[in-house]
């Protein structure tokens, strides 16, 4: 997600505006830019980091008392100096930052293209400043009322500054779905995405609420106002936060941040690709290349870690609903041992990073032999985005904790979004399935907050396993692969040893280390094989293990049998890993804090692997 900060007051803009960039670079961007007001408008924009546009800024002498910068996570458009905001209207008076997703913004632009406009990005940002420039000039509307007037024509996120070379003495902004905070200082006003960038000068702030706009002025005045022009009462308030909490958003970890903001990552993952209503999926990536898709003889995974696991998951859906051969490998094992493969393959990367190098040089491979790429990732613009033919980017956001959590279940929603679109154009699934499996997805938000009310739980379980050595996880088909993710969570910030594996693999060796010792982890919510995993769950209690069961609501059965059962929501069980992964996350997460563990940049490891 992009990072806003702007300032309007007696000192110099640009320090204060760079020094506020650096403070939101916690949140992970691929570009950033500044523009300031003086006798012009300066404007400074550059792909990659705050320090590179420093080193380029210094030459252009940015000064003035009002300004706005911008670090950006691309969501449209490939990060390059062109797509980095500000973003100028077309006669370069205007510069606005945005946060968010202007979902209707091909639409607007192809009006405003007939009007005359030209645009320079591919950005929706651009489209909106476009836009706010056209109602000035032919409407003659003041800039605050020429926004209003834009806002409503716009569908989805937006948090903005803007500002005017021929009025400098005020700063427009205005949000809705995406976070902005005012710094109320003395004669001087801060505006930024969150409190990070503005603590160090006032303490006293006001976040604004959706559809509000704020208009301060240089004057030390400011009006809070709503998009029909009523003006609001500021509820101003006092910050008690530490800079290093409020880049975790008051959360003690970026991982927890992240486990918690899963309810939401989940919804944008899924946001303008599915209806059940109407019965539809959309997978941008996917139309552009259906033809290919649809006649593949064959779907091949390459991933690593979690995102091995997600593919994992894939196969069992694919199959079972679009009866589409699937294999999944490890990358780092495909690339190297000569695999057979032609035009008839499809093959799919899963990578949250985009830059993980062995399923990198396994796309390349899988290139060279003619067989078709698709990218699953969250980075956009990232490596793997660019190498593959077409893809779904998973908008999960930065995800800055090294163990890997909210790109993992939405990885989840599209490969589930893949599987259905796959079977219903197949023919392979009723379409009372579908569109059951459809209302299933839209239902899992608000049950993923359900599971996360209950964390205290799960925090009483994590005291019982925290001096463990070791562990076993333990699922059934769909839920193998979370079992092995859970094991995966565990052992990488809480370094306990961990394996999982399917239930029933137990009695083939591994039922050798149960004793008093060994805490077992049991998925147990798949309806279709409960007696077996009930079983299994008895044989593990036959020798003193201690079992934590994760089960469905209102299992009467296994939580008779298990030390401790934790309920997750009904849901169909083709989408019982989105549930039932997230107390493991929880688990691992308590269990890391309590044994002292650096949980967000745990030993050894990095949070991509860009070397083998
Ligand atoms: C998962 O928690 C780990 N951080 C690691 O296994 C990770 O999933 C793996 O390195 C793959 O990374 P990628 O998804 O960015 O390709």
Same mark, same amino acid.
């Given at each position: 997600m992009c990072g806003i900060v702007a300032y309007i007051g007696e000192k110099q803009a640009y320090p204060i505006l760079l020094e506020g960039l650096k403070r939101l670079?916690?949140? &992970?961007?691929?570009s950033a830019g500044i523009s300031v007001i003086n006798s012009s408008l300066q404007t400074v924009k550059k792909k990659g980091k705050v320090s590179e546009l420093e080193s380029v800024a %210094?030459?252009?002498?940015?000064?003035?008392n009002i300004g706005i910068g911008h670090t950006r996570w691309a969501t449209?458009? @490939? #990060?390059?100096d062109l797509n980095a905001h500000p973003h100028l209207s077309g006669d370069g008076s205007l510069s606005l930052v945005h946060n968010g997703i202007i979902e209707n913004y091909a639409t607007i632009k192809q009006a405003l293209i007939d009007r005359g406009h030209t645009f @320079?990005?591919?950005?929706?940002t651009e489209v909106l400043i476009h836009l706010i420039e056209e109602y000035k000039k032919t409407d003659a509307l003041s800039l605050e009322h020429a926004l209003t007037k834009a806002l409503t024509k716009v569908v989805g996120a937006y948090a903005i500054v803007v500002i005017d070379k021929n009025n400098p003495n005020e700063l427009i902004a205005a949000r809705k779905s995406s976070p902005l905070v005012l710094g109320i200082g003395d004669n001087e006003f801060f505006i930024a995405s969150d409190a990070s960038p503005i603590i160090q000068y006032t303490k006293k702030v006001v976040y604004l609420n959706d559809e509000e706009i704020v208009i301060a002025k240089n004057d030390g005045t400011f009006t809070i106002k709503n998009i029909h022009n009523e003006i609001q009462e500021p509820d101003i308030k006092e910050l008690d936060l530490k800079i290093d909490q409020l880049e975790k958003g008051g959360y003690d970890h970026f991982m927890l941040k992240e486990i918690f903001e899963q309810p939401t990552t989940i919804a944008e993952s899924m946001r303008g690709r599915l209806n059940a209503n109407e019965g539809w999926v959309s997978l941008g990536g996917f139309d552009q290349f259906q033809n290919r898709i649809h006649h593949a003889k064959r779907i091949i995974f390459v991933a690593c870690g979690t995102s091995w696991h997600s593919a994992l998951i894939a196969e069992y859906l694919i199959e079972d609903l679009a009866r589409i051969p699937v294999e999944v490998e490890y990358a780092s094992e495909f690339r190297y041992r000569n695999p057979i493969l032609s035009e008839d393959d499809l093959v799919i990367a899963i990578s949250q990073?985009?830059?993980t190098a062995d399923t990198l040089a396994a796309l390349e491979i899988a290139k060279e032999r003619g067989a078709l790429l698709y990218g699953i990732v969250?980075?956009?613009?990232s490596s793997i985005a660019r190498i593959t033919d077409c893809g779904s980017y %998973?908008? +999960?956001? #930065?995800? %800055?904790?090294? +163990?890997?959590t909210k790109a993992f279940t939405s990885q989840l929603v599209v490969l589930i979004l893949m599987a259905l679109k796959l079977g219903n154009k197949r023919g392979t699934i009723s379409d009372a399935k579908f569109r059951e499996l459809l209302y299933g997805l839209e239902s899992v938000p608000a049950k993923v907050q359900e599971i996360l009310a209950q964390s205290d739980k799960i925090k009483y379980i994590a005291q019982e396993i925290k001096d463990r050595q070791n562990a076993l996880y333990l699922g059934r088909g769909i839920n193998f692969p979370v079992a092995l993710e859970g094991a995966l969570k565990l052992k990488e910030i809480s370094y306990i040893h961990a394996e999982g594996y #399917?239930?029933?693999?137990? @009695?083939? &060796? #591994?039922?050798?280390? %149960?004793?008093?010792?060994m805490p077992v982890f049991v998925i147990a919510t798949n309806a279709s094989a409960h007696e077996k995993i009930a079983s299994n769950i008895q044989e593990v209690k036959a020798r003193k293990g201690l079992v934590i069961a994760i089960v469905?609501? &209102?299992?009467?059965t296994i939580s008779k049998i298990a030390d401790y059962t934790f309920e997750i929501p009904y849901i169909e069980e083709q989408l019982t890993p989105l549930l039932s992964v997230i107390p493991l996350q929880l688990l691992s997460y308590y269990i890391s804090v309590m044994r002292g563990c650096n949980v967000d940049q745990p030993r050894n490891l990095a949070k991509s692997v860009t070397v083998e």
């Open positions: 670079e916690y949140r &992970g961007y691929d %210094i030459l252009s002498d940015l000064h003035g449209h458009g @490939k #990060p390059d @320079k990005s591919e950005t929706d990073s985009g830059e969250n980075v956009v613009g %998973i908008h +999960a956001g #930065p995800e %800055i904790g090294v +163990a890997s #399917p239930a029933a693999e137990m @009695k083939h &060796g #591994p039922i050798a280390l %149960i004793d008093e010792n469905s609501e &209102g299992d009467t």
